[in-house]
């Protein structure tokens, strides 16, 4: 008998169990949405003057102070002009400062109080 009541049941359970799983058409494969993909790409570019840049010294100014306002250390401005004493540069005198740092065409000016 019981074999009468699980035989019946097994018969009409597999057909809900199979459109359950889901079907062998194409549509059951395109159920999700296509996946996006973002790339993004960031170039950075430095580009140093390869102009020459000349200064006059004015009175009162030293290759330290020159220097200092250009931004660049002595040593480099000595060895560009081959200045063979650093401390004796004169008024007038045109130097060439290195390349890759911004022009300067007047010194800021000090007062001094005494």
Not at 24 to 49: H, K, M, N, Q, R
Not at 98 to 111: A, C, K, N, R
């Given at each position: 008998?019981?074999?009468?009541?699980?035989?019946?049941?097994?018969?009409?359970?597999?057909?809900?169990?199979?459109?359950?799983?889901?079907?062998?058409?194409?549509?059951?494969?395109?159920?999700?949405?296509?996946?996006?993909?973002?790339?993004?790409?960031?170039?950075?570019?430095?580009?140093?003057?390869?102009?020459?840049?000349?200064?006059?010294?004015?009175?009162?100014e030293s290759l330290?102070?020159?220097?200092?306002?250009?931004?660049?250390?002595?040593?480099?401005?000595?060895?560009?002009?081959?200045?063979?004493?650093?401390?004796?540069?004169?008024?007038?005198?045109?130097?060439?400062?290195?390349?890759?740092?911004?022009?300067?065409?007047?010194?800021?000016?000090?007062?001094?109080?005494?």
């Open positions: 008998m019981r074999r009468l009541i699980v035989l019946p049941l097994v018969v009409l359970a597999a057909p809900v169990l199979v459109a359950a799983c889901g079907s062998d058409d194409d549509g059951a494969f395109t159920t999700l949405p296509p996946i996006e993909v973002t790339t993004t790409t960031t170039t950075t570019t430095t580009t140093i003057s390869t102009d020459r840049i000349f200064y006059t010294i004015k009175p009162g330290a102070i020159i220097a200092e306002s250009f931004g660049v250390p002595v040593p480099a401005i000595v060895e560009l002009n081959d200045i063979e004493n650093p401390d004796n540069v004169q008024a007038g005198q045109t130097i060439e400062i290195p390349s890759g740092v911004q022009l300067i065409t007047e010194l800021p000016t000090t007062t001094t109080e005494g």
